[in-house]
């Protein structure tokens, strides 16, 4: 069974489901026996095939009464819902005005619409997808750490998650975050935003690609499908991972020159030309501190409860993604 102590067919609601992440996670949830609502801003694609008794629904989550009808009945809750305006997520939250709402309100939405609608029995599980930049600190992270979030999304992340762990402890639901670190690859959803997808299509047109001027930070990745199958090892062990944050990792950092000359190499090996030029710039006025935090993730802890490991490297994801792409 896909989870522990629930009904047959378990009614799973997937807030976000036609981004990035969500369009991965339907697709992998669909070979379930389950009841599959999918729930987005945009119209979603039921996926092809497999198990699941699947229904999509529009809604802006962020209007009133919109996450208690998106939640009714819920066994379990997978939370992906972010504010990607501008570009990257932690970016917008800096100086978009709605980035909180989305970011924090609809949680404290969830967590109100489930303790009005309690019924007998144990409480739905949510599973929040939070951020390993929670930490705020450069380095080695394993979820042991204090919490230090140096970007508006991270902290608007850690009070999401501090509302799903209160909500846990007052029996509401039984909350489990899954910290994720930076997001890749091509998907069967939109593309991502990130600076991989930026770099692979920059190749692609032939274009240089650009590192900051004493940018050796590591980066950890992780594709995008195999965070889809991540949550879903959140469900099969959930009495395990209930209450705690959870970091979700690659173990296999990269730098960021090295990452970019991957790319290189990838394009012009699919497509005969030479590989563009990587080459070193001033970095930009709005540069953070979180842009020079280079962060190697420790997910031991969630690989000992679930025996999730990646199942695609990061050459095999790189490929992948440019064969899509072109």
Request: net charge neutral; charged share 20%.
């Amino acid at each position: 069974m896909l989870t522990t102590g629930m009904c047959d067919r378990p009614l799973v609601v997937v807030l976000g489901a036609s981004g990035y992440v969500g369009s991965a996670l339907a697709a992998e949830l669909a070979r379930w026996p389950v009841r599959l609502r999918l729930v987005a801003r945009r119209p979603g694609v039921v996926p092809p095939g497999g198990a699941a008794e699947t229904e999509t629904r529009t809604a802006d989550l962020t209007a009133a009464g919109e996450v208690a009808l998106a939640v009714a009945d819920a066994d379990v809750v997978i939370h992906l819902v972010a504010r990607l305006a501008q570009g990257a997520a932690w970016r917008a939250a800096e100086s978009d005005p709605v980035a909180e709402r989305v970011n924090v309100g609809v949680m404290h939405d969830v967590v109100a619409a489930l303790r009005s609608g309690r019924r007998a029995g144990r409480p739905p599980v949510v599973v929040f997808a939070g951020s390993v930049y929670q930490v705020g600190r450069p380095g080695r992270v394993d979820g042991s750490e204090p919490d230090e979030p140096v970007t508006a999304y991270a902290r608007q992340k850690l009070d999401a998650e501090r509302a799903l762990k209160s909500a846990t402890v007052e029996g509401v639901m039984r909350g489990i975050s899954l910290r994720l670190p930076t997001v890749y690859g091509a998907g069967p959803g939109p593309r991502g935003n990130g600076v991989v997808q930026a770099m692979v299509l920059r190749a692609l047109a032939d274009e240089p690609l650009t590192v900051w001027k004493g940018s050796v930070v590591e980066r950890d990745l992780v594709h995008v499908e195999d965070v889809a199958h991540a949550f879903v090892s959140c469900l099969a062990h959930e009495d395990a991972l209930v209450g705690r944050h959870w970091l979700l990792g690659s173990g296999r950092p990269v730098t960021v020159p090295h990452l970019f000359g991957a790319i290189a190499a990838g394009v012009s090996a699919r497509t005969g030309r030479p590989a563009v030029p990587v080459t070193a710039v001033d970095p930009p006025a709005t540069a953070t501190a979180a842009d020079f935090h280079g962060t190697v993730v420790d997910s031991s802890a969630f690989r000992a409860v679930t025996g999730w490991r990646p199942r695609l490297s990061l050459q095999e994801g790189l490929d992948h993604m440019v064969a899509a792409y072109v």
